[in-house]
């Protein structure tokens, strides 16, 4: 205990007074104290993205959708293919290691002289404050092309929307299997307007899975987007939306 208390910071100190008593010497642990503090350092670690929460769109694990093992060798030619990158990690890694170094001492070199940039301690902990950028008035114009795109906006839900297009596009045909080219799924194009939709609109999948329809289950989604979306498809999908765009046929 003497050590614990040795090496904590204020608010530390603070927790463990409460659970074991103002007497150091007291043993009794008191219970509520105890939860509040696991509770503190729960929240504490989800902050830090040491501790991660399943099933979760904010405190989930972002390396849980990762290919890995022989699934991942598999995979790995086509989709470094699709990103324009070699297999081989080294000079990307090279590079983007000499970037940060350069860029760490611009910045550690400027830092001092940066009076928007400050350091603070906070709780007992030194925090990197940044100031805050003074709000721009929108101008009128701004004003008068929200109103306009809101005016056309077709009073439907946006989910229906996407599916309608898809319906009159067919745009859904240029989404294929990373390994089977004419695989197809049951209710395929419904998974599809999810995951689409779950990244346009900057929300993750959680609000569109549905564990009662088995086109919109978490394992459904999370299979979609790893082997139907991808560069490649996206291109193709566009090719399709401009043919579709110059017969008229979206209109």
């Known amino acids: 205990m003497e050590e614990v208390q040795k090496n904590a910071n204020d608010k530390e100190l603070v927790l463990i007074a409460s659970i074991t008593g103002r007497d150091s010497k007291k043993t009794t642990i008191d219970r509520t104290a105890y939860t509040f503090c696991v509770l503190d350092k729960l929240q504490s670690a989800l902050k830090r993205r040491d501790v991660f929460i399943s099933p979760s769109w904010r405190y989930a694990d972002p390396r849980a959708n990762l290919y890995s093992g022989s699934e991942w060798e598999a995979v790995r030619p086509m989709i470094c293919r699709s990103l324009n990158l070699t297999i081989d990690s080294t000079p990307i890694v090279t590079s983007l290691s000499d970037e940060l170094h350069q860029v760490y001492r611009l910045v550690a070199e400027n830092i001092d002289n940066n009076p928007a940039v ?8 030194e925090e990197l404050i940044l100031t805050q950028l003074d709000a721009l008035d929108e101008p009128p114009s701004l004003k008068a092309l929200r109103a ?5 906006l077709p009073r439907v839900d946006l989910p229906e929307m996407v599916l309608e297009i898809a ?3 067919g745009f859904a045909d240029g989404f294929t299997h990373i390994n089977e080219g004419s ?7 419904i998974s599809l307007c999810a995951e689409l939709l779950a990244g346009a609109c900057n929300t993750g999948r959680e609000p569109f899975v549905r564990e009662d329809i088995p086109a919109l289950k ?16 996206i291109m193709a999908v ?4 401009r043919f579709c765009s110059k017969s008229n046929s979206i209109s």
């Open 238 to 241: 566009n090719a399709i939306f």
């Open 167 to 169: 319906t009159r596009t």
């Open 118 to 125: 400050r350091f603070e301690t906070v709780k007992g902990n």
């Open 218 to 233: 978490r394992d459904r989604l999370v299979w979609v987007d790893q082997n139907y979306i991808r560069n490649e498809t």
């Open 183 to 189: 695989a197809h799924a049951e209710d395929l194009l």
């Open 148 to 152: 306009a795109v809101k005016a056309k």
